[in-house]
């Protein structure tokens, strides 16, 4: 079963632009959130998505941004960005959010820089 | 409120027994789970508790006790590729099930 695959590994953006990941979740999953994290920091919760509805939502500015689609891929954008936005996206999936010891699958993350 | 209370960092020696501990404070407790993350790599899933007690997995343990909102990570026979941050996570009832996150402990291993 392939894991949590997410698009692009790498990227680099200067501040003001925009930017969308992407994150395809293991077969079956229906659930996928989003994390931010900075060197020696944990993980700051962004959003998750189950069945293409928000259920949940971290404390982020509406630049923040996801979706997800028919087909569980997600995405998230971020608009007009801000130096402090560099850091690790992580993608993470699971069966149902509320059932049981169903554990999240994380993707390898987006390294996003702004400069 | 939420919160999750994890040491930042501990250090022991290869061939020995570690504890990290983890303090949680929720409105629904649903579940706590303990992550293993190696530098520049993803999360990887340990353990999971909901009940009282000791989880064994191998070389790894994790316990649990609801009453006093603790929970440890027991690591033996410790070895050099146990150098990691590990995080503990607990699923929130009274936060739509969503997993709060401590900020974790890095684990650094002598020889």
């Known amino acids: 079963k392939a894991g949590v695959t997410q698009t692009p590994r790498y990227l680099i953006k200067t501040r003001g632009q925009q930017v969308t990941l992407s994150c395809s979740p293991i077969s079956g999953h229906r659930s996928v959130s989003w994390y931010q994290q900075t060197p020696g920091q944990g993980l700051q919760f962004l959003f998750e998505?189950?069945?293409?509805?928000?259920?949940n939502k971290g404390n982020f500015p509406g630049r923040f941004s996801g979706r997800q689609f028919s087909n569980s891929r997600s995405e998230m954008n971020v608009s007009t960005l801000e130096l402090g936005d560099s850091a690790l996206y992580l993608c993470?999936?699971?069966?149902?959010?509320?059932?049981?010891?169903?554990?999240?699958?994380f993707g390898p993350g987006t390294r996003l820089t702004v400069l | 409120g939420q919160n999750i209370d994890q040491p930042t960092e501990m250090t022991a020696t290869e061939g020995a027994i570690v504890q990290i501990n983890c303090t949680y404070q929720?409105?629904?407790?649903?579940?706590l789970f303990w992550y293993q993350q190696h530098a520049g790599e993803a999360p990887t899933f340990l353990s999971y508790n909901v009940l009282d007690g000791l989880e064994e997995k191998g070389r790894f343990s994790s316990f649990l006790s609801r009453s006093k909102g603790y929970s440890y990570l027991l690591l033996k026979e410790l070895q050099m590729k146990d150098s990691a941050s590990y995080l503990c996570a607990v699923r929130d009832r009274g936060s739509n099930y969503q997993l709060i996150w401590g900020a974790g402990t890095k684990l650094i291993i002598k020889p």
């Open positions: 993470a999936s699971s069966l149902d959010p509320t059932s049981g010891s169903n554990e999240q699958f």
């Open positions: 929720t409105s629904g407790f649903n579940g």
């Open positions: 998505y189950f069945s293409e509805t928000q259920r």
